[in-house]
């Protein structure tokens, strides 16, 4: 059984100069790490959380999580604004859902 093409027009531009195979590793890797930055930007300071929404916001983007990385860039930017409203237990949620959805085809290119 060949190995199941990149998901996205992202990952298949990675793919084209890094090679499949580094562009699973990467995949993996997000799809491991995602989870614990989620479960870290529910607590720690506001520059911690703002960080983690960067990080997290740039990440989905990277493996073409676009619905998740635009809900990461919109908190993020929320987190810049010391005044801003925080992280609740809402976002952390449709955060969630959205990783939930945005995952079925990643796991599939890394046959997890």
Do not use: C, W
């Amino acid at each position: 059984m060949p190995p199941t093409p990149p998901p996205n027009d992202s990952l298949a531009e990675l793919a084209a100069v890094l090679g499949d195979d580094n562009v699973r590793t990467l995949v993996r890797t997000y799809l491991r790490e995602f989870p614990l930055s989620l479960q870290q930007l529910g607590g720690g300071d506001r520059p911690t959380r703002h960080r983690l929404a960067h990080s997290m916001k740039s990440n989905s983007r990277l493996v073409g999580a676009l619905t998740l990385s635009q809900r990461m860039a919109a908190l993020e930017q929320r987190l810049a604004d010391a005044g801003g409203p925080d992280v609740t237990p809402e976002d952390l949620s449709a955060i969630a859902a959205d990783f939930e959805a945005a995952v079925v085809p990643l796991r599939a290119f890394v046959g997890a």
